[in-house]
């Protein structure tokens, strides 16, 4: 997308792009439904602030599934979000909150450990 938005393309390359674009959007449709249904299946675990990392981590997921395609484009100015059971995921961007049915409110970042992956970690507002 970038290359055909910002370099002078011979026609023949642009459509040719073009067309890949559209090959490569329908096999992310294609796939979207079953990595749903994979992410679906995954338990949410914990009590307490476990839980609610937990749920956070599903609904970015969720979110960045929703978002991935080459049509997805810039998104406007209401923050995506998700309801993960009672609970509503919004992705801020640099963190996402997750709020609960009783109206408490976390803030959620995810963490890199060098050689362990990624983790979610998440904070109360104070209310």
Same mark, same amino acid.
């Given at each position: 997308?970038?290359?055909? @938005?910002?370099? /002078? *393309?011979?026609?023949?390359? #642009? ?9 490569? =959007? ?14 679906a299946t995954l ?7 476990? @839980?609610?990392? /937990? *749920?956070?981590?599903?609904? #970015? ?9 080459? =049509? ?42 060098a050689d362990e ?11």
């Amino acid at each position: 997308m970038i290359t055909m @938005r910002e370099m /002078s *393309l011979p026609p023949d390359r #642009l459509q040719e792009m073009k067309d890949e674009l559209v090959k490569m =959007n329908a096999e992310v449709a294609t796939l979207k439904p079953i990595i749903r249904a994979q992410i679906a299946t995954l338990p949410v675990q914990g009590d307490g602030q476990q @839980r609610v990392e /937990s *749920l956070a981590t599903l609904g #970015l997921l969720t979110l960045a599934l929703d978002s991935f395609s080459a =049509n997805s484009g810039a998104r406007g100015l209401e923050a995506p979000s998700t309801k993960i059971d009672q609970y509503v995921v919004t992705d801020l961007g640099s963190f996402a909150t997750v709020r609960a049915p009783d109206g408490q409110t976390h803030r959620c970042s995810v963490f890199g450990m060098a050689d362990e992956g990624a983790g979610m970690k998440c904070e109360p507002l104070v209310r």
